[in-house]
């Protein structure tokens, strides 16, 4: 039986707030409309029912296992951010940290011989983190606007340009602030100033990899 666009429109509006997540809702509504246009019966919106509560246990188990799969997605981003990072000291990626790298090390030792501004550099550092959270929260506001849901990668996105713009602004404020809490050296808070740099080029080009990744959201 293929279904009409009214009828896909109204299975859409029957299991609009079951699911949290956007993947998951997507996911969801495939598995009912392939389900039933494989059945010859007519159509009646009194067969998702049952289609769900036979081929997936309920809706309740659907949040369910929805619940503890974004648990295990938080578990697998983790450690997919971590490889990307990592992937960027191994050939050809490694090239990009060759270059940051190769600028810093100018940097430091013209910087040696003669005062540089931290200023600049320490800002730099900081806008690429803030980019990172500012985009990493627009794209939250923006799958609830046009989506209606949440994306499953959302809270962990979120999270993790936070934690970046967090450890930058320790680092500014333990080492490199005018009110600093440890006391160093010029030739330190150089050396400090530019592998914070470094980091943050690691860390912007990592999540922008790690979000053009795909991730299969299975909730079944």
């Given at each position: 039986m293929k279904?009409t666009a009214?009828?896909?429109?109204?299975?859409?509006n029957?299991i609009?707030?079951?699911?949290?997540?956007?993947?998951?809702?997507n996911e969801?509504?495939?598995?009912i409309?392939?389900?039933?246009?494989e059945?010859?019966?007519?159509?009646s919106?009194?067969?998702?029912?049952?289609?769900?509560?036979?081929?997936l246990?309920?809706?309740?188990?659907?949040?369910?296992?929805?619940k503890?799969?974004q648990?295990?997605?938080?578990?697998?981003?983790?450690r997919?951010f971590?490889?990307?990072?990592?992937?960027?000291?191994?050939?050809?990626?490694?090239?990009g940290?060759i270059?940051?790298?190769?600028?810093?090390i100018?940097l430091?030792y013209?910087?040696?011989?003669?005062?540089?501004?931290?200023k600049?550099i320490?800002?730099?550092?900081?806008a690429?983190c803030?980019?990172?959270?500012?985009?990493?929260?627009?794209k939250?506001?923006?799958?609830?606007y046009?989506?209606?849901k949440?994306?499953?990668?959302d809270s962990?996105?979120s999270?993790?340009?936070?934690?970046a713009?967090?450890i930058t602004?320790?680092f500014?404020?333990?080492?490199l602030?005018k009110?600093s809490?440890?006391?160093?050296?010029?030739e330190?808070?150089?050396?400090?100033?530019?592998m914070?740099?470094?980091?943050?080029?690691?860390?912007?080009?990592?999540f922008?990899k790690?979000?053009?990744?795909?991730?299969?959201i299975?909730?079944?």
């Amino acid at each position: 039986m293929k279904l009409t666009a009214e009828q896909k429109l109204e299975v859409r509006n029957y299991i609009i707030d079951v699911p949290k997540y956007r993947e998951t809702y997507n996911e969801l509504y495939d598995h009912i409309i392939n389900a039933l246009e494989e059945n010859n019966n007519p159509f009646s919106i009194n067969e998702v029912a049952s289609i769900v509560n036979t081929d997936l246990g309920g809706f309740s188990e659907v949040v369910a296992q929805e619940k503890n799969y974004q648990k295990t997605l938080n578990r697998k981003f983790i450690r997919s951010f971590q490889l990307e990072m990592l992937n960027t000291f191994k050939w050809p990626n490694m090239l990009g940290n060759i270059i940051v790298l190769t600028q810093c090390i100018m940097l430091y030792y013209a910087g040696k011989s003669d005062s540089l501004n931290f200023k600049v550099i320490i800002w730099a550092s900081f806008a690429c983190c803030m980019s990172v959270t500012i985009f990493a929260n627009a794209k939250i506001f923006i799958n609830i606007y046009r989506y209606r849901k949440y994306s499953i990668l959302d809270s962990y996105l979120s999270n993790q340009g936070f934690f970046a713009l967090i450890i930058t602004s320790g680092f500014i404020q333990f080492f490199l602030s005018k009110e600093s809490i440890v006391s160093t050296s010029y030739e330190t808070k150089l050396a400090i100033t530019l592998m914070l740099f470094f980091f943050t080029s690691v860390y912007v080009r990592s999540f922008i990899k790690f979000y053009r990744m795909k991730f299969g959201i299975l909730t079944v």
